[in-house]
């Protein structure tokens, strides 16, 4: 990837699952998001996995990690290799 991971700094919300130390399945766990959790979303790493990109975020208490961006939805507009925008999902 040029110039490495794109930087976003994007509020957004997780949809529940698990936090992970690299951008990979392969990663070990080391946190669970709830389903609804706000959350930053710091930087998209680029890497791909069934459609959508892996994400680094950080949460509220300072955590920082990786998740999938298959379960995750931004507010505001729209971001590439995400979920949705979390105006379009039903509660």
């Known amino acids: 990837v040029l110039g490495g991971p794109e930087q976003l700094n994007h509020v957004g919300q997780s949809l529940g699952g698990r936090l992970r130390s690299g951008p990979g399945t ?3 766990q080391i946190g669970n998001i709830e389903d609804g959790t706000y959350l930053t979303i ?3 790493t680029g890497v791909s996995f069934d459609g959508y990109d892996w ?3 950080a949460l509220d208490n300072g955590q920082r990690g990786f998740q999938w961006g298959g379960i995750l939805c931004s507010n505001g507009g729209q971001l590439v290799g995400l ?3 979390c105006q379009n999902i039903p509660r």
Do not use: K, R
Request: hydrophobic letters at 35%; glycine letters at 0%.
């Open 26 to 28: 392969n990663y070990p």
């Open 83 to 85: 979920y949705a925008s």
């Open 55 to 57: 994400f680094e975020v």
């Open 42 to 44: 710091l930087s998209n």
